[in-house]
């Protein structure tokens, strides 16, 4: 399908490519992978045809069509409909839809006979082509997609250009999945989204049919999916069999010989060069020396490439002694203009070395969770109560505005701790990818990345017991990531985190606190053992219920027969009473929702003095997103309650009236 032969391509001075040479095959699933700056968006740009190699051949396949996730976004699109941007996947589809109506609307008005048959010819043959490429389907393909990726149905005619960017992005993601190309290429295709739409997109992706070419920090995304690894690094491009964790293993081995030889050939090229020296003035040797002169020029040269992943431990200094209570939200209720909460009546309480990490969906109130926790914002009600000899680290998801642009790295860092040795910070500055001069660069020169790791080593150097963190891993690459992870594993104070990144928190996270709307639930266990715990809540109820009516066919006694009814009843009504009160507070959250919508858009109509339209746009935006998430969690508890009481009708209607 690609075949790349001897391709070469350099930006100025620095070669990007050097003669590299690989093949991808149909239906192939492919990871690229490589540091920042090595080249990975510029194989994507090769494969698509909008860069030409300065040297070599990019052979595709004459029948591919090409879905590529761009970081840009279509501007001239920002007045069209959300559904209407998401199915301009494919333009083709579009002129054709166009060319049959017009066609439709000339055949009403042909009379005659052969031109009517030219155009009915005409239309069966834009029809054919339309089906053929999945005219009929699109709409409903990409209304699927939308809504899998968090957006809700009474969205998809909103203009494209009132959404944030980040739903923007969204959208963008699903107008190239919508196209059903046979090669998708994405990059960073999990940037912007939450927990349970990286979920979604990779059970998508799963069922995806045709070949994926995909450039990620993601790990969760790259095992999952890929089965080929192409790592790119130093003008190279390797091809690995297996996926991300295969790529490690292998590239270590591959790496260790090909360091061995080098350091054979190294010194073979020593010994020979050793004897051209010794005796190239004699005559009696010239022969021999010529020779050897020779092997020299034919001695291919082993080039050991530059560790991509490199194992830089960061190494936390011991965090102060604390009290065994962190803090402790009593009946805690957060409001930006005290009439609406975010939050409300939440009882919540972190303990000494707790590793506890937020998921939910975006709207929920992660962000507004960590905040008040650091004491950023002030509580509407209820208390907040910090432990003993407790301090807090605190990092933001706006870490740059932060940092001082005109600071150097090191000066940076320091700033946070005057007392620390020059020594000291470089060696935490060395974990953290900034070595030698490094340490010398203003933090206006850096890009994103770099700035998230300088912000990083700022906050870990303080030494606090008790670090929160929304986000840590934005725009980290993933040597990065499995350095802070590792860190994070060894620290023995205490962690509150939000992150989108499944692997990073599967790996660091020892709890859950999961956030639905108007209700805060905590897992005792890891991500893994949450994802189990809510997959049976969701789904497994209906297991349960067919394996009490299984014991319930039992030829047992009267007596016994009416204690395991009462149990039954008993252990149902736990099951049925959750959902029924998520059922009703997701309307109550609605109908609150819907009545402040109303109110500030008839506001907005009203007379305009001392009327600020940005902070009413404002809590507009953030009414559309809490509301979409309540609608999403009413839906689900519907449905899961429907499922209980549908196994068993007349026993489930009996107990949902006992427990009214």
């Known amino acids: 399908m690609i075949e790349f032969q001897k391709?070469?391509?350099?930006?100025?001075?620095?070669?990007?490519?050097?003669?590299?040479?690989?093949?991808?095959?149909?239906?192939?699933?492919?990871?690229?992978?490589?540091?920042?700056?090595?080249?990975?968006?510029?194989?994507?740009?090769?494969?698509?045809?909008?860069?030409?190699?300065?040297?070599?051949?990019?052979?595709?396949?004459?029948?591919?069509?090409?879905?590529?996730?761009?970081?840009?976004?279509?501007?001239?699109?920002?007045?069209?409909?959300?559904?209407?941007?998401?199915?301009?996947?494919?333009?083709?589809?579009?002129?054709?839809?166009?060319?049959?109506?017009?066609?439709?609307?000339?055949?009403?008005?042909?009379?005659?006979?052969?031109e009517r048959s030219r155009l009915l010819r005409r239309l069966g043959q834009a029809q054919s082509e339309f089906e053929h490429r999945g005219g009929y389907e699109l709409s409903h393909r990409a209304e699927s997609i939308l809504c899998g990726l968090g957006f809700r149905k009474d969205e998809l005619s909103r203009p494209f250009g009132e959404f944030s960017g980040g739903w923007q992005m969204r959208a963008e993601l699903a107008r190239v999945l919508s196209a059903r190309p046979n090669l998708l290429l994405l990059d960073e295709p999990t940037n912007f989204l939450d927990i349970p739409a990286v979920e979604w997109l990779q059970r998508y992706l799963k069922e995806y049919p045709g070949t994926l070419i995909l450039v990620a920090h993601d790990r969760y995304l790259l095992n999952t999916l890929t089965t080929v690894t192409i790592e790119v690094a130093g003008a190279q491009a390797t091809r690995y069999t297996g996926n991300y964790d295969a790529y490690l293993r292998t590239s270590v081995q591959r790496n260790s010989q090909l360091e061995a030889a080098q350091a054979n050939q190294d010194r073979r090229r020593e010994q020979i060069e050793r004897f051209v020296e010794r005796f190239r003035a004699k005559n009696t040797k010239s022969t021999q020396v010529q020779s050897r002169i020779k092997m020299l020029e034919k001695m291919e040269i082993v080039t050991v490439p530059r560790r991509v992943f490199r194992a830089i431990p960061i190494r936390l200094r011991p965090p102060p002694h604390c009290g065994q209570e962190i803090?402790?939200?009593?009946?805690?209720?957060?409001?930006?203009?005290?009439?609406?909460?975010?939050?409300?009546?939440?009882?919540?309480?972190?303990?000494?070395?707790?590793?506890?990490?937020?998921?939910?969906?975006?709207?929920?109130?992660?962000?507004?969770?960590?905040?008040?926790?650091?004491?950023?914002?002030?509580?509407g009600e209820g208390r907040r109560i910090l432990g003993h000899k407790v301090v807090l680290g605190y990092q933001a998801q706006d870490?740059?505005?932060?940092?001082?642009?005109?600071?150097?790295?090191?000066?940076?860092?320091?700033?946070?701790?005057?007392?620390?040795?020059?020594?000291?910070?470089?060696?935490?500055?060395?974990?953290?990818?900034?070595?030698?001069?490094?340490?010398?660069?203003?933090?206006?020169?850096?890009s994103g990345g770099e700035k998230m790791r300088v912000?990083?080593?700022?906050?870990?150097?303080?030494?606090?017991?008790?670090?929160?963190?929304?986000?840590?891993?934005?725009?980290?690459?993933?040597?990065?990531?499995?350095?802070?992870e590792y860190a994070l594993q060894q620290y023995t104070g205490t962690l509150v985190l939000v992150s989108h990144d499944i692997e990073f928190v599967r790996r660091v996270a020892t709890g859950i606190i999961s956030?639905?709307?108007?209700?805060?639930?905590?897992?005792?266990?890891?991500?893994?053992?949450?994802?189990?715990?809510?997959?049976?809540?969701?789904?497994?109820?209906?297991?349960?219920?067919?394996?009490?009516?299984?014991?319930?066919?039992?030829?047992?006694?009267?007596?016994?027969?009416?204690?395991?009814?009462?149990?039954?009843?008993?252990?149902?009504?736990?099951?049925?009473?959750?959902?029924?009160?998520?059922?009703?507070?997701?309307?109550?959250?609605?109908?609150?929702?819907?009545?402040?919508?109303?109110?500030?858009?008839?506001?907005?109509?009203?007379?305009?003095?001392?009327?600020?339209?940005?902070?009413?746009?404002?809590?507009?935006?953030?009414?559309?997103?809490?509301?979409?998430?309540?609608?999403?969690?009413?839906?689900?508890?519907?449905?899961?309650?429907?499922?209980?009481?549908?196994e068993n009708p007349l026993e489930a209607e009996g107990e949902s009236g006992e427990g009214s």
């Open 515 to 646: 956030m639905v709307p108007q209700n805060i639930q905590r897992y005792a266990g890891n991500y893994d053992y949450y994802r189990e715990k809510a997959d049976r809540e969701a789904g497994l109820i209906v297991q349960e219920a067919k394996a009490e009516e299984a014991a319930m066919n039992k030829p047992i006694d009267r007596k016994t027969m009416r204690r395991e009814k009462a149990q039954r009843r008993e252990t149902r009504n736990k099951l049925l009473r959750p959902l029924q009160e998520r059922v009703r507070k997701a309307e109550e959250t609605v109908n609150r929702l819907e009545k402040e919508q109303a109110l500030l858009v008839e506001e907005l109509g009203g007379p305009t003095v001392g009327l600020s339209y940005s902070h009413i746009n404002q809590r507009l935006t953030e009414i559309q997103s809490l509301m979409a998430a309540a609608t999403r969690d009413w839906e689900t508890a519907l449905l899961q309650l429907e499922e209980v009481e549908k």
């Open 399 to 446: 870490f740059a505005e932060q940092l001082n642009p005109e600071q150097t790295v090191l000066n940076a860092v320091k700033s946070a701790d005057m007392d620390l040795h020059d020594q000291t910070v470089r060696t935490l500055l060395g974990s953290f990818f900034f070595t030698g001069d490094d340490v010398e660069k203003p933090i206006s020169v850096l």
């Open 327 to 379: 803090f402790r939200f009593e009946d805690a209720g957060i409001s930006y203009d005290g009439t609406n909460w975010v939050l409300r009546h939440v009882d919540l309480r972190v303990d000494r070395g707790e590793k506890l990490a937020l998921v939910g969906l975006n709207g929920m109130g992660k962000t507004t969770l960590l905040r008040a926790m650091a004491g950023r914002i002030q509580l």
């Open 455 to 484: 912000a990083l080593a700022r906050l870990l150097i303080q030494s606090p017991n008790c670090l929160l963190m929304d986000e840590p891993t934005t725009h980290l690459d993933i040597p990065s990531r499995e350095a802070l």
């Open 7 to 114: 391709v070469s391509m350099a930006f100025g001075a620095q070669d990007i490519l050097d003669e590299v040479s690989f093949r991808i095959g149909d239906g192939e699933r492919v990871g690229i992978v490589g540091p920042n700056g090595a080249g990975k968006s510029t194989v994507f740009s090769l494969i698509t045809g909008e860069l030409t190699p300065d040297e070599g051949q990019v052979n595709r396949s004459n029948d591919l069509t090409i879905g590529h996730l761009h970081q840009q976004l279509q501007l001239e699109a920002r007045e069209r409909t959300l559904i209407e941007y998401a199915e301009n996947a494919l333009p083709e589809v579009q002129t054709l839809q166009r060319e049959i109506a017009e066609l439709e609307k000339v055949l009403t008005e042909a009379t005659l006979e052969i």
